[in-house]
């Protein structure tokens, strides 16, 4: 089965950008969708596919791909963007859906 | 929107049993999954259930997880066997259209004797 590998923590100043990484072999096929997750809310979906976000999430949210590497971007980080991220994919080997650790992103 | 409900607090090896409300929307057309997050820790896919009541399950828990459905109440269900403090955990139901697009709101899950 597949894993995906992110950093735990990252810390940007207000208006700074932030990149949040996600690995693993799975992302060599797959882009992962990405989800930010606040205490006491549900999980909101920020990215998916290629490079899409949802309605109402602002455009300062985007990823990128290379190799076995996912990047989630935000550019000029708000206090509001404080919060874990998962990234998550099909895992390459079977039909489910595996996430990786989470990253603490710190504004 | 999901809303979830289910016993917070249980003892080693009783049965966990949470369901999973959709308003707005109908089960049809989607895959349904259940999610978790023991504290500290990353998120863990249990499992799915189409709409038409197939299952596929996380082979780690594949003995212990039931999923069913009841398409006249737009709900589904989850029930893990056997549970201990490992299973202790916020569970989440979601939707899933290709990709886990609406989340449930969580429901906290302890496992204490």
């Known amino acids: 089965s597949s894993e995906l590998t992110q950093d735990p923590a990252v810390s940007v100043a207000l208006g700074q950008g932030a990149n949040i990484t996600c690995q693993g072999d799975t992302i060599r096929h797959y882009h992962p969708n990405w989800y930010q997750l606040k205490p006491g809310q549900a999980p909101i979906l920020v990215i998916f596919g290629k490079n899409n976000r949802p309605s109402g999430i602002p455009d300062r949210f985007s990823a990128s791909r290379s190799g076995d590497t996912a990047t989630l971007i935000i550019t000029a980080a708000q206090a509001e963007d404080e919060a874990f991220y998962h990234c998550n994919s099909r895992d390459n080997d079977v039909y489910y859906w595996v996430f990786g650790g989470g990253t603490k992103l710190t504004v | 929107h999901l809303q979830q409900w289910g016993a917070g607090l249980l003892k080693p090896s009783e049965t966990l049993s949470l369901s999973c409300a959709v308003s707005?929307?109908?089960?049809?057309?989607?895959?349904w999954s259940w999610i978790r997050q023991p504290p500290g820790k990353g998120l863990e896919w249990i499992g799915e259930i189409s709409h038409s009541g197939s299952p596929h399950y996380n082979a780690s828990l594949k003995s212990r997880v039931t999923m069913s459905l009841d398409t006249s109440k737009n709900q589904i269900s989850l029930e893990l066997t056997a549970i201990n403090a490992a299973d202790t955990a916020v569970y989440y139901c979601?939707?899933?259209?290709?990709?886990?697009?609406?989340w449930g709101q969580g429901s906290l899950v302890r496992v204490s004797s």
């Open positions: 707005g929307g109908s089960l049809s057309g989607y895959h």
């Open positions: 979601a939707r899933d259209s290709g990709k886990i697009d609406l």
